[in-house]
């Protein structure tokens, strides 16, 4: 008859042993990416039907249309612009389309101001630049 005792040290003796080959190697943590990195992702960019002068300009081009932006906001080499009218915003995203260069506007996004419900873009457009 085996006691717990001799179970116990059985159990303590099997678990050294695998401790006694030495820790396997740890393996380095993968280098963090570096901001403004030289990966860039190539948005897909909205056709420019209602959109003319919008997609594809940059940040500087953009603001001298509309006026200063209400929100700008940086996401890594990402940004976002938004506009507002009278009744709408318009929400303007910007994409690098090749390492170290500025991003441009890819996508559109109009709403309405109150309630948010999704407008005309081109309509929106016209309202923030009559402003």
């Known amino acids: 008859m085996i006691t717990r005792s001799a179970l116990a040290l059985a159990a303590l003796g099997l678990a050294l ?3 006694a080959g030495g820790a396997a190697p740890s393996r380095p943590a993968p280098p963090a990416q570096p901001r403004g990195s030289s990966i860039v ?4 960019m909205m056709a ?3 959109l003319e002068g919008v997609i594809g300009q940059d940040a500087g081009t953009l603001s001298r249309r ?5 929100l700008d906001v940086a996401e890594g080499d990402a940004r976002k612009l938004q506009f507002s009218g009278r009744d709408c915003v318009l929400d303007i995203y910007l994409y690098p389309l090749r390492p ?12 309405q101001r109150q ?4 407008v ?7 309202e923030v630049e009559r402003r």
């Open 17 to 19: 042993a695998g401790c």
């Open 41 to 44: 992702v190539v948005p897909e």
């Open 48 to 50: 420019p039907q209602g």
């Open 66 to 70: 509309f006026g200063a932006p209400r």
């Open 100 to 111: 170290g260069a500025d991003p441009v506007a890819a996508h559109v996004e109009a709403r």
């Open 115 to 118: 309630g948010g419900a999704a």
């Open 120 to 126: 005309d873009r081109g309509a929106c457009i016209r």
